[in-house]
T-cell receptor, first 115, second 114 residues
Framework: NAGVTQTPKFQVLKTGQSMTLQCAQDMNHNSMYWYRQDPGMGLRLIYYSASEGTTDKGEVPNGYNVSRLNKREFSLRLESAAPSQTSVYFC??????????????FGPGTRLTVT | GENVEQHPSTLSVQEGDSAVIKCTYSDSASNYFPWYKQELGKRPQLIIDIRSNVGEKKDQRIAVTLNKTAKHFSLHITETQPEDSAVYFCAALPFSGGYNKLIFGAGTRLAVHP
């Protein structure tokens, strides 16, 4: 099992450019997440998907869009990148609340720099 | 909404000493409190968690305690080793209609010196 995978690992964008971060999981989890991690601020939820075809905003959704393509894949899109979006982005997956384990499994992260 | 505060932000100990990291939360309906460890350049990984119907949980050298009345929970690491050096994040799961939407603390950077 690969667990949670993300592409790319690193990306540099110019202000105004767009890009899509890809995430896939092979653990048959219903729930998937996108977080950003900034120094001194922990992990902040951008968007969440409870199941295929559903998405919901997290704490910091502005400037982002998501697509839950199928049960395995959850992508994050930056339509017009801004320097404030320079961060490390983590995708995660888990069972839903009510399942025996609520552990969230994280991908390796994407380090994004917007100049 | 839920707010999780974590202290201290940095912690330096000698190998073999104990380390304690504390978190407070604001939503009394929160019912799940995990701790994640993140080594430098790596992904966060769950090390221990506790649910609101339990006051303490232990796994070898690590333990978590929960005080629901005071709305705080703590991570205890005994007999620290250099490989315990990492950033530790606490989190809380507020009532969110059955969704697993964690709120994370800002993190504690633990350094264990040989």
């Amino acid at each position: 099992n690969a667990g949670v995978t993300q592409t790319p690992k690193f990306q540099v964008l110019k202000t105004g450019q767009s890009m899509t971060l890809q995430c896939a999981q092979d653990m048959n989890h219903n729930s998937m997440y996108w977080y950003r991690q900034d120094p001194g601020m922990g992990l902040r939820l951008i968007y969440y998907s409870a199941s295929e075809g559903t998405t919901d905003k997290g704490e910091v959704p502005n400037g982002y869009n998501v697509s839950r393509l199928n049960k395995r894949e959850f992508s994050l899109r930056l339509e017009s990148a801004a320097p404030s979006q320079t961060s490390v982005y983590f995708c995660a997956s888990s069972e839903e609340v009510g399942a025996p384990s609520w552990e969230q499994y994280f991908g390796p992260g994407t380090r994004l720099t917007v100049t | 909404g839920e707010n999780v505060e974590q202290h201290p932000s940095t912690l330096s100990v000698q190998e073999g000493d104990s380390a304690v990291i504390k978190c407070t939360y604001s939503d009394s309906a929160s019912n799940y409190f995990p701790w994640y460890k993140q080594e430098l350049g790596k992904r966060p990984q769950l090390i221990i968690d506790i649910r609101s119907n339990v006051g303490e949980k232990k796994d070898q050298r690590i333990a978590v305690t929960l005080n629901k009345t005071a709305k705080h929970f703590s991570l205890h690491i005994t007999e620290t080793q250099p490989e315990d050096s990492a950033v530790y994040f606490c989190a809380a799961l507020p009532f969110s209609g059955g969704y697993n939407k964690l709120i994370f603390g800002a993190g504690t950077r633990l350094a264990v010196h040989p």
